[in-house]
Nanobody, 120 residues
Framework: QVQLVESGGGAVQPGGSLRLSCLTS????????MGWYRQAPGKQREFVAR???????NYADSVRGRFTISKDDAKNTVYLNMNNLKPEDTATYYC??????????????WGQGTQVTVSS
């Protein structure tokens, strides 16, 4: 059973920074894709950033240039470094992992979510 454990959420002022962490129970290399999504109150969950199977970094237009996804394979951890935070970044942020195999097919997992609040 894959588990994703998130940390790093909190409250910051506009222009501030946070680093979210996602500790995985499996090696990062065992996943075809890993990344971050967020969901604001009353809105649908949206893509934020991810590593593709080729470890190419993808970003949503709304965060490109401000957020950076990174990883530490030795620590089984994926990070989301968030800079120049804006009030519209306020949301619950979720870690996501995807694995596809012949035996199990396409499977995906979500973290529990961590709250990010950006306000004055």
């Amino acid at each position: 059973q894959v588990q994703l454990v998130e940390s790093g959420g909190g409250a910051v002022q506009p222009g501030g920074s946070l680093r979210l962490s996602c500790l995985t129970s499996e090696s990062i290399s065992s996943f075809n894709a890993m990344g971050w999504y967020r969901q604001a109150p009353g809105k649908q969950r949206e893509f934020v950033a991810r590593f593709t199977a080729a470890r190419v970094k993808n970003y949503a237009d709304s965060v490109r240039g401000r957020f950076t996804i990174s990883k530490d394979d030795a620590k089984n951890t994926v990070y989301l470094n968030m800079n120049n935070l804006k009030p519209e970044d306020t949301a619950t942020y979720y870690c996501h992992a995807l694995r596809s195999s012949v035996l199990e097919g396409r499977r995906e997992w979500w973290g529990q979510g961590t709250q990010v609040t950006v306000s004055s």
